[in-house]
């Protein structure tokens, strides 16, 4: 079983691309008293190492243009905590501090950071200390990921729009997303972080996520409503294409499989202790390795 691997890219995996189908489902967290002894730490003394694939969404990044008015993460103030992508590195700590990159990761979408003042709160906290579990998403998201066995060293924590709320609400609707232009080029971003990053399974949580992972180049139609439209989570579910397989982007990026689900603080979908959510996501864990194998097989015949 393969665990904390790194490649650059997609292009120095195609040999091993079979072999990087096989998903770590190492240890997960084994009880609530663990999460909260958790060091959720993301490189604390080092910065990633100048080859780290995050370096390649980072400096793609740096060619926004963002909206007026709008929060940003400038390179300089990323956190050094472990969190989502781009307030942070979007990877869990390793014994060496250096954090590689997994093969073949799960990537893990929400829908933006948060606010300015959360992102300046994590910045400011001490580096030995860990990241603080009352947020309500990351603590949300760990426990589904708990509870579908998946070991957090072998995902990626990203966003689908990059900037940052205003004030101190996570419920305020976000001015950047009347900007169709942010939109679309956030849309295009996604897309070059799945590409770069090569993902086994993706997790795409919440309504504004699953939007732009459906309208994205090659994204699942099976998300999108009547005339490119889009269709809500409840329907997604009810016409059962709550897992989509194959996400084939192109570009020599490996196909994968994508699940969808109401965002982890949306109180009024989420199931009781987010069984619904991770059983999701246990399936699609199957789903991807049934195919991976049978892709295998097939290869083994010729």
């Known amino acids: 079983m393969l665990s904390r691997v790194f490649y650059p890219d997609c292009s120095t995996q195609t040999s091993l691309r079979n072999v990087g189908l096989v998903l770590e489902l190492g240890r997960a967290i084994s009880s ?40 940003w993460v400038r390179p300089e103030d990323r956190t050094h905590h472990a969190t989502f992508f781009p307030g942070g590195f979007g990877l869990w700590r390793s014994p060496d501090d250096i954090a590689p990159f997994p093969v073949r990761p799960i ?24 990241i603080d579990i009352s947020d309500p998403t990351s603590r949300n998201c760990l426990q589904i990921l708990k509870g579908a066995g998946i070991a ?21 609707r976000s001015p950047a997303l009347d900007d169709p232009a942010y939109v679309t080029r956030c849309r295009h971003f996604l897309r070059f972080q799945l590409q770069k990053l090569c993902p086994s399974i993706a997790i795409v949580m919440g309504a504004k996520a699953i939007r732009q992972f ?20 409840k329907e997604i579910h ?34 009781k202790g987010f069984v619904k959510e991770s059983e999701l996501v246990r399936k699609a864990v199957e789903t991807q390795e049934a195919a991976s194998s049978m892709s295998i097989q097939s290869k083994m015949m010729f």
Not at 153 to 167: H, R, V
């Open 152 to 172: 957090l060293s072998q995902c990626f924590f990203t966003n689908a729009y990059m900037e940052l709320l205003k004030g101190k609400s996570m419920l305020k």
């Open 238 to 271: 009810e016409l059962g294409f709550a897992i989509v397989r194959p996400i084939d982007l192109g570009e020599n990026t490996p196909s994968f499989t994508a699940v969808g689900f109401c965002h982890p603080c949306d109180r009024r979908n989420s199931s």
């Open 107 to 130: 990537v893990v979408i929400g829908n933006n950071w948060g606010t300015a003042q959360m992102h300046a709160e994590a910045r400011n906290r001490h580096p030995e200390d860990p």
């Open 32 to 71: 609530s008293d663990e999460i909260q002894n958790v060091t959720f730490d993301l490189v604390t003394m080092h910065h990633p190492p100048s080859d780290h694939p995050v370096w390649k969404l980072i400096e793609e990044l740096k060619t926004f243009e963002p909206p007026k008015d709008v929060c």
């Open 214 to 233: 459906s309208l994205m180049e090659n994204g699942p139609r099976a998300w999108r409503g009547a005339g490119g439209g889009e269709r809500s989570i």
